[in-house]
């Protein structure tokens, strides 16, 4: 199976570290992105999703690439294990931009046993602690660089949630998403509360 082009990699939905910055400005954007794709774990960056790596040419991140929508890679997760990952950005309709990385669930699922996730009854604590854990960890690393309003950890979670709206009502209780707060020069982590 190849990490990029077989039909299934990219598919079922993506399990995200979606961090909101505000719009008008990519200054941010662009040293989030080139932090990341310098990292030692994250191997990229790549145009095809349908040509492995090995098929097609690494590139270097470059501002010029923010016009380029969906940038990919491969991740090496705790343990060794390698798997497919993207970057987007989201465009909130000039309230704020959201800087995406992504693993899609299939490519998930060739490192973790991720069954039916979300849809499912089963117990999937075990690898979303490691995931969960890992997000965490590069959100806090790349505020250094490039700080940001809010990071969400989870699935799918660009956008469900606001800094806007946890500084006028504070933290939510209940919540599907790890969230990373700012607090002057440190990130606060709120985990999830809930399993979906």
Known sequence: MGVFSDEEVWTGGFYELALEYPSGTDDHLIQALTALWHRQDIAGCYLKQDLDPEDQPKLQFEPSMLALGHLHGVTTLPGGMQVACGTCLVRDGGASDWLVLYFPMSALGTAFPVGGFPFDS????????????????????????????????????????????????????SRHAGLLVPTGDAVEWHPRTEAG
Not at 124 to 141: K, P, S
């Open 122 to 173: 089963e117990d999937h604590e075990a690898w979303r602690a490691i995931v969960d854990t890992w997000l965490r960890d590069l959100g806090r690393n790349l505020f250094q660089t490039a700080p940001f309003r809010l990071g969400l950890v989870g699935f799918e979670t660009s956008g469900v949630l606001r800094a806007a709206e946890i500084a006028n009502s504070g933290l939510p209780q």
